[in-house]
């Protein structure tokens, strides 16, 4: 064995090098230890066949009068330059990956190009004996001229590395750069790339992400921004919009306490004046569900403090405020105009101060109670506590028990808010279930809702129901 090495040391070398490369593409990517240990093994073995061959990679060839061995021995020793640049590549990439993760891949590449820069230097001045001054001389005037050439690709370049090692954003973060949002999917030597919210990618060079204004929506991690802004006639008392807004943020219940959400005038002309309703979540994936929901109680509130949005859009008659909330009681859409009509004058207004019981848990009620005004809290027992498992708004409804089975309540609902609810007698109702099987199917679909959310809840488990919350089917 030892004696074939000895007399076919240059065959061997370029064996290995090819073995090199064939075991190179066959070890999975996910094996990238095997894959070190492998070109690193090779590369000792590689060192140690051209030793024992009589080549050494700071000096010349030694074969000068054998024209093809003094070749194959030249191009093994500046191979084994270039060999050596890229194992040492490879160890760099290791520890610079398991230390700055995305952050270390463009120095590595950097560290990379200097090092086989370096290594041809070498094998320039040590194997063949070029005048490396001359050349070096030379290279330096051409990298003035490339350098002038590729000026905005440096920029980006260096930029890259700048916010690479700064960090402003990393990989999967939620940013916004000059006013273009999106997700970043990917940072190179040139740009960043982003992946925006209607499916496209944009590619925003690194120069002008090191210079512009940027926004983190994904830092810090535990607090993210959300809000919402309403126009509002200018002839609308502020104090009315400003009510309406604080029960929009009461109502939401993923909003964080800390920072405390907050209500504010953007801006204001003679015709109309810009509210913005802000607070905070604790994931960054709540935002959009979140300001949905929020534009729809804001829209319900602002309805219940008589805020007209549009004179164009009032209806054609002038209907009376328990009139217009069967209008956006789902069970009750099915009812004729007339049927609802009816229904309205026989609804009664009843009022409610801050944090008072409406229903208890075990209590029944004669009447189907609809939210008209106020944010009401829906809390169920577990063992001796009660868990809040949603907040209620206008045109919502409680006290549905016993209308399809006799049962009581299994929740607690209390006022967060100043409320004015609206009683229905439960006789009228059953006459509209007998009457319309539109009515008894929402309403055995809400009260379905209603019990699997209790139960995911006690069960301290996702709810098995559909993708909206609670409530939100009622407002769809």
């Not at 000068?64 to 040492?88: E, Q, S």
């Not at 330096?140 to 920029?155: D, E, K, N, P, R």
């Not at 260096?158 to 090692?165: A, K, M």
């Not at 859009?313 to 069967?326: I, V």
Request: charged content about 20%.
């Amino acid at each position: 064995m030892f004696a074939f090495f000895e007399n076919y040391p240059l065959l061997i070398g370029i064996s290995l090098i090819i073995i090199d490369i064939t075991l190179w593409q066959l070890i999975p990517v996910h094996r990238r230890p095997w894959r070190i240990v492998t070109r690193t093994l090779a590369f000792a073995l590689f060192t140690w066949v051209l030793i024992n061959a009589g080549i050494s990679p700071l000096q010349p060839a030694p074969w000068v009068d054998d024209v093809p061995r003094n070749l194959l021995a030249t191009a093994l020793g500046i191979g084994w330059w270039l060999f050596g640049a890229r194992t040492m590549t490879i160890l760099i990439g290791v520890i610079l990956g398991a230390r700055n993760g995305h952050t270390g891949r463009l120095l590595q590449d950097v560290l990379g190009a200097l090092i086989f820069l370096v290594a041809m230097v070498a094998a320039a001045a040590y194997v063949l004996q070029l005048p490396v001054k001359g050349l070096l001389a030379t290279s330096g005037v051409m990298a003035i001229v490339i350098g002038l050439a590729l000026q905005s690709t440096l920029s980006d370049v260096f930029s890259g590395i700048v916010l690479n090692t700064t960090r402003p954003y990393q990989l999967g973060d939620s940013i916004s750069i000059d006013g273009t949002e999106g997700k970043v999917i990917e940072i190179d030597w040139r740009a960043t790339r982003l992946l925006t919210s209607n499916g496209s990618m944009a590619v925003i060079p690194n120069s002008v992400a090191a210079k512009a204004k940027l926004l983190n929506f994904s830092q810090p991690n535990d607090v993210h921004g959300v809000s919402i802004t309403v126009v509002v006639p200018a002839k609308v008392r502020p104090r009315r919009v400003f009510d309406a807004l604080e029960k929009t943020l009461q109502g939401t219940r993923v909003l964080l306490a800390n920072p405390a959400p907050k209500v504010t005038i953007k801006s204001s002309t003679l015709e109309s004046v810009e509210y913005e309703a802000s607070g905070f979540v604790s994931a960054m994936g709540q935002k959009a569900e979140v300001r949905n929901h929020m534009f729809d109680l804001a829209h319900r509130h602002l309805e219940a403090a008589g805020v007209v949005w549009n004179s164009d859009t009032l209806p054609p008659q002038a209907w009376s405020r328990q009139r217009a909330l069967l209008e956006d009681v789902r069970i009750f859409r099915s009812l004729s105009n007339e049927e609802k009509d009816n229904l309205s004058q026989r609804m009664t207004a009843v009022e409610y101060l801050v944090d008072q019981v409406i229903l208890g848990v075990g209590d029944s009620s004669d009447y189907l109670l609809v939210i008209g005004t106020g944010v009401v809290s829906a809390n169920i027992r577990d063992g001796d506590k009660l868990i809040e498992a949603g907040r209620m708004g206008p045109a919502e409804i409680l006290g549905l028990e016993g209308l399809l089975e006799a049962d009581d309540s299994s929740a607690e609902f209390r006022t967060l808010t100043s409320c004015i609810l609206y009683r229905i007698d439960k006789a009228q109702v059953r006459s509209c279930l007998e009457q319309r099987g539109e009515v008894k199917t929402a309403l055995i679909k809400l009260q379905r809702i209603r019990q699997q959310t209790r139960q995911s809840l006690l069960e301290q488990k996702p709810a098995a129901i559909k993708k909206g919350g609670f409530l939100s089917w009622l407002h769809k």
